[in-house]
């Protein structure tokens, strides 16, 4: 089936130009119909010469799009007919499918709203694409999840979770700095930030150990959406290189919102970090290990044919490099300390998965963090566990827990400090770079100290081992026992 | 180390496209893991629609490809007939 | 793992998301239209103000004049999510492949008059920038509306208008050279005829309301402009005259333009029946919309449907104030 408009005369460059960039035209008043491309600063002189690598016509896109979704919604519906739920490697499982739909799927409907607004304020129909693309992965993460949802605790109110618990306040404040963005910043966080660090790790490692572990419902679902995914990140680097090509005052904006997001991601991306060491009772590789091969390496090959553009690696590059070999144990153990009060279930790890976890960290793991892990398994196992229930100090930027600071004393101090209070140099950076705008967030932040989860809720959080859910999945497997 | 990669969901449909590019680069190598496949190549990595076309015995359109990719690095150049990735600019 | 196919007893705990049992009961599992739709759009505890907006919130409802209790009322009749309305799309580009096929393999642009296919070019491709612009401004509307059961669909909508657009474009190609388009560009920019369509489309721009956008897109120009041209002009004069290709290849126009009616009906006539101040405003911006696209169309159903332009017109505009009054607009 030939979809390609085939005129002999025109060259697939020339097709992609009629069936797009040539449909506008320039309007009479162009400031008062694209207001926002001036906002920024970002000045371009040649539209036309923007390249958008895998841009497919309507038609093609129609086509292939309704190809994925007839495969996807198969495997959706089988999964559900055959009680798919029962198949999962084991009930800890789905706290990883839990964290996905809480913090990842509403960053997907943020993404998709803002690209409707970035198409829009640039005047970009390829944009047009991307905003409903995010539309389907947001979509296709609360189906694929659905079936789940009515058998396990810890998804019913994710929407709920999401404005107000703290847990989710680095993905919602990273969703709402999305919004909130320009246009032009809004598609350099995509290209440098979202997609390389992002999707690159949770679309592809998770989503195949994902698989692995019985999950082909939601795997499917994250793999069909990374295909999609695959186009957005040609397209942004194409843009990147645009911006900086269209005039040298465009550089240094551009390498400050590369800064930024690639940071803010990589913060972000601690969450994707448990997934991936912690929530995976068929261990794949371990987060370090896919940080190197799906966003480590991949980017230092990008700059390195940017730097005749004039741009360089993040200037937080090496510190977030070196984060990698702890990041996932230290937020395991932070959400293991709040335990009662999350919105899904942790636990300490077992022998088999400690053992693993030192092979992978080799040296640090043992030295810095098995002894907690092991402390933690032994005062579950004893009833000692001291609970935390305030909810800690929230980095003033990107809304991860500030190291050090818990309690109600803190919060005072925090209160003080008027959002003020960072986990690290780099999120102060930001902070500082447009102050009036993250300081609005110290109100999101005090209302999420405030509240906690509903007495309603409490078979949603604490430890995995009596909860609801390993009852169940026990039951429904006719009393098997997991390791 | 500059290598360029593409990884496929693995299935009967990405097969020949998999084949076709091993067969047409010869220091490309596969990595399988539950459900992806992973295609490392030094420096470039060229896939045609007409090797994927002989795989599989049937037309072929390197829009389709799409369908099951997950991921790539590197620099892409395409038209009707090839698909490359690179680092040369 | 084994497939076993015969289900077992087991107990759900509940049939849906929290949010969406809110609007729906929690007795059945809900429908993927109503999951994916109902409570997907953030409404309180924003982190931080658009910096391209910041008297206004990141989703705000304020924007909109039209006041409704609840946004979620303006339910699509469709029921389309993503997936549905991708695999909808495909179905009907597979069919209009097949019509490109059949068109072609038997020659029948070239078995038509010449004078005739002139007049196509003539009347259609500059379509292709108000179809552009139909897809800006319902990126317009899924970027600054409320709610999702409002901004969803217009996101579709967006990308439908586009393959209408790029639809125009693969006729114009299939009729002329590549040059055809760019002398229909030209026609848009520059002959007469065009130029009051293009200052509406222009004017329709600078629109900051979304409704008023879904009012002067959705049901003004696209509501007259598609009877006519594709109604009427297509359909009747040019099938009529040896150019049934021409119809076999805008028959996605046509079809599109009847489904998405539903929906754009349905959402006219909810947000119209909640008070008489949404009647009242809804009713302003169509009467001044639907005014002035009747009045940009008069030299474009001249250069159509010649002596027959004017009568033509006027029967459409009789019909579309019909459809209004269904909608409980007045007249």
Known sequence: MDTTVKHPAMNRNQRTQALTHDLAWQVSQPDAVFPARSLEGIRIHDWSALRQPLQPSVEQYWKVQGDKDKRLYAITDAFAQNNGQLGLSDARFANAIKLLLQAFSPIEYSAHRACARAARQLGLTTVAFQAADHLRHNQLEIHATSHFNKYFNGMHSYTEWFDHHWMLSVAKSYADDLLSAGPFEVMVAMAVGYNPVICNTLYVSYMSAAADNGDMSTSSAGLTAQSDKVRHQAAGLAWVEFLVQQDPANVPLVQAWIDKWFWRSVRLSSLVGVMQDYMLPFHSHSWQEIWTTYVQQPLQQIFETWKPLGLTLPSNWAQACEQQAHVSHQTWLRLCRYSAGLPLHVWAPNASALDWLSQKYPGTFDAMFRPHLMGLAHQIAHGQRPQETTAPVLCGTCQLPVPGMAGSAALAQAKNLQGRCFCSLPCQHIFNLDADKHSAQAASSAQRHSWALPASQAADGGLFDGSQDEHNFEEWNGGAQHP | ?89 | MTVDLQAREIQPLRNTFSHVARYVGDDKPATRYQEATFGAQATSNFHYRPTWDPEYELFDASRSKVVLADWYVLKDPRQFYYGTWTMARARQQDAMESSYQFVESRDLINKMPDDLRDKVCQVIIPLRHVAWGGNMNNCMIAAYGYGTAFTAPASLHAMDELGVAQYITRLGLALDEPSVLDAGKEAWLKAPQWQALRHLVEDSFVVRDPFEIFVAQNLAIDGLLYPLIFGHFIDDHVALNGGTAVSMLSAFMVEWHEESNRWVDAVVKTAAAESEANKTLINEWTHAWSKRMHDALVPIAQMALGDKGASTLEDVFTQFQARCKKLGLSA
């Open chain 2, 1 to 89: 180390m500059s290598n360029v990669f593409i990884a496929f969901q693995v299935n009967e449909e990405s097969r020949p496209v998999v084949d076709a590019i091993l067969a047409d680069n010869p220091n490309a190598t596969a990595v399988y893991s539950p459900g992806l496949v992973k295609i490392d190549a030094p420096n470039s990595l060229v896939i045609k629609r007409e090797s994927i076309e002989e795989q599989l015995g049937q037309r072929y359109d390197l829009q389709q490809m799409q369908v099951n990719l997950v991921t790539l690095s590197g620099h892409i150049d395409e038209d009707d007939d090839q698909f490359t990735l690179s680092w040369n600019h």
